[in-house]
């Protein structure tokens, strides 16, 4: 449970920085614990909150990229796995039943198809719906071996100044969780993410991205993200909103 709520600790720090977030207070771990008791372990704080939202991605070709001179800005999904429910997850085992091996079988399909190992990657967009899932994922993932969630988060290589930069953009727990906008809104975070537009929450030498996103009942998805032509990467113009760290007004909107 203490691992639980000092992983959340730190979620709670990233969403400070993020103005897409709905939750920007600090925590303390004694808050988190002390929270009103959901279903336990699991208290308030360690919980996403439902929430409205939208997302919006542009998919397209490269022959479209490079029509429209997109290169210096277009990232590239570099594989992708989905998997679905699997004869494990109804059986004995309640990580298997929230998706531990869906996440795992997703993922090994998008590393063997971007031609990686989960080493490689800087920054993760993993679906925290509940602190015990995020620790879940790790592990599914391969970002830590399994049954060393707890030394990983301990290590601190969960976050900046870490391995890998797990959930920059505050995660569900902080930001949200608007359903059906929650995996391009990870998307998007990913991309702004490449594209060096982060601003305070930038994570250093982003080269590689990966995003995991689960619903259950059940299915989950992994994908990995480059840019799609990094020779001919530009920094964001200054003299434009930035939606990556700019509350999206009308006025902001109209100016994109």
């Known amino acids: ?31 988190i614990c002390q929270s009103p008791v959901i279903a336990e372990p699991l208290t308030k704080l360690q919980c996403c909150p439902t929430s409205d939202g939208a997302a919006c991605a542009i998919l397209c ?14 990232v590239e999904i570099l594989g992708i796995g989905m998997a679905t429910d699997m004869p494990g997850s109804f059986k004995d085992s309640c990580i298997n039943m929230v998706g531990y091996q869906l996440s795992q079988k997703a993922a090994s399909i998008a590393y063997k198809e971007a031609g990686i190992n989960p080493d490689q990657v800087q920054v993760v967009e993993l679906h925290d719906c509940f602190s015990a899932n995020e620790l879940v994922t790790y592990e599914a993932l391969g970002l ?76 989950a998805v992994v994908a ?28 902001v909107v109209a100016k994109l």
């Open 224 to 251: 990995v993200y480059g840019l799609g032509f990094p020779e001919k990467f530009q920094p964001f113009p200054e003299s434009r909103p930035n939606p990556a760290v700019q509350e999206l007004t009308n006025q």
């Open 61 to 74: 070709s490269e022959d479209f990229v490079k029509k429209f001179g997109l290169e210096h800005q277009a």
């Open 1 to 31: 449970d203490f691992c639980l709520s000092r992983g959340l600790g730190d979620v709670y720090k990233r969403q400070v920085s993020t103005q897409s977030t709905g939750f920007r207070d600090v925590y303390t771990l004694e808050q």
């Open 144 to 219: 830590c071996q399994e049954g060393k969630a707890g030394e990983f988060v301990d290590s601190g290589n969960n976050t900046y100044g870490g391995k890998y930069v797990v959930n920059p953009s505050g995660g569900l727990i902080s930001k949200g969780h608007p359903l059906g906008a929650t995996g391009l809104a990870q998307c998007s975070e990913l991309c702004w993410q490449l594209r060096q537009m982060c601003g305070k929450r930038q994570v250093p030498n982003a080269k590689l991205a990966l995003q995991h996103n689960l619903g259950l009942g059940g299915a």
